[in-house]
């Protein structure tokens, strides 16, 4: 190959790598990203206060007033916050029961303003004296797990009612079973 030559072929593909490694296509292509970014951001930010709104609302809707008012005044009652259940004479968290104080916390951290009580509950075997301490236990059992996922312990307080307020009034295993749980309620400012 003469030198004329490959000067010609050497101009060529230093021209052909000039026209295929242009810079500002790049950039042009990344420009247009960038911008429809931030708007997606703009519209997250906007669902979550939409959906911490819903949340409140629904949970205002849910409140009624409870019959007996508790031991810091009136308290209401939710279907938002799901009771537990527990073992005779125990005051263990069971598995299934985690799931249900997760969701409580996880409602509790959505709606930020409100304060609970968690009332121990027990079946009509036992002393007064012994239901109300086993009932208080399982409120402090629950109490414990809730300010482990962060909950803040001044917004939790805890009472024991004991076997003095059946939720079922039968004599069997089936009404034990019921009776025996942590009621979640909220306490009015």
């Excluded at 906007?46 to 031991?71: M, Y």
């Excluded at 307080?157 to 069997?172: A, C, M, Q, T």
Aim: charged share 35%.
């Amino acid at each position: 190959m003469s030198r004329k030559a490959f000067c010609i072929v050497v101009l060529i593909l230093c021209f052909g790598l000039t026209m295929t490694g242009c810079p500002k296509k790049t950039i042009v292509k990344e420009e247009p990203s960038v911008k429809t970014e931030e708007p997606a951001a703009k519209r997250e930010g906007e669902q979550v206060k939409k959906s911490e709104e819903k949340t409140a609302k629904e949970f205002e809707k849910s409140l009624v007033a409870k019959k007996e008012p508790g031991i810091q005044g009136e308290v209401l009652e939710t279907k938002l916050l799901k009771d537990i259940h527990f073992d005779f004479d125990k005051y263990n968290i069971r598995p299934g029961d985690t799931e249900i104080l997760k969701e409580n916390a996880a409602f509790l951290k959505n709606y930020s303003k409100g304060k609970i009580q968690i009332e121990g509950h027990c079946d009509e075997r036992g002393t007064t004296e012994y239901n109300l301490a086993l009932g208080e236990r399982r409120a402090n059992s629950a109490k414990k797990y809730l300010l482990s996922l962060g909950i803040p312990a001044d917004r939790i307080s805890s009472i024991s009612y004991g076997k003095e307020r059946p939720l079922d009034p039968g004599h069997n295993e089936e009404a034990w079973g019921k009776n025996r749980r942590g009621h979640f309620v909220i306490l009015s400012n």
